[in-house]
């Protein structure tokens, strides 16, 4: 299929499906005519992307994770590659930590307007 037949059935902007190709973690073979063609597994391929960057994975940690995901995107079956779960705790920590300071930020914002809406004018 080509590219924009593949934005149709994904949802997913020619542009984006042009970086997951550039990130390498979409393949594709050029026609004579130099149109990228994917093969009939990118529709999933493309789900278990957008799962994996909606997760908060940056596309060099989904480089290495994509293999060990199968299945419909909807139900996605993980397989033990090595060093999968280290890899999704880390980033698991990664996240924790920045909600964490989100949470100080938003925290140290009402404490700051509160003070400007009681200050005398």
């Known amino acids: 299929m080509l590219i924009g037949e593949l934005s149709e059935l994904t949802g997913v ?6 970086y997951y190709e550039q990130q390498g973690l979409l393949g594709s073979t050029r026609t004579t005519n130099g149109y990228r063609q994917y093969d009939d597994q990118a529709p999933t391929v493309v789900g278990h992307i957008r799962n994996l960057l909606a997760a908060g994975l940056p596309t060099a940690t989904i ?5 060990c995901v199968h299945g419909d995107p909807a139900e996605p079956v993980l397989s033990g590659c090595p060093g999968m779960v280290n890899g999704l705790q880390a980033e698991r920590a990664r996240v924790a930590a920045e909600i964490s300071r989100l949470n100080t930020s938003q925290e140290v914002l009402g404490v700051l307007l ?6 005398p004018e």
């Open 13 to 18: 902007s020619r542009r984006m499906i042009r």
């Open 63 to 67: 480089a290495g994770l994509l293999q």
């Open 114 to 119: 509160e003070a400007a809406v009681h200050a």
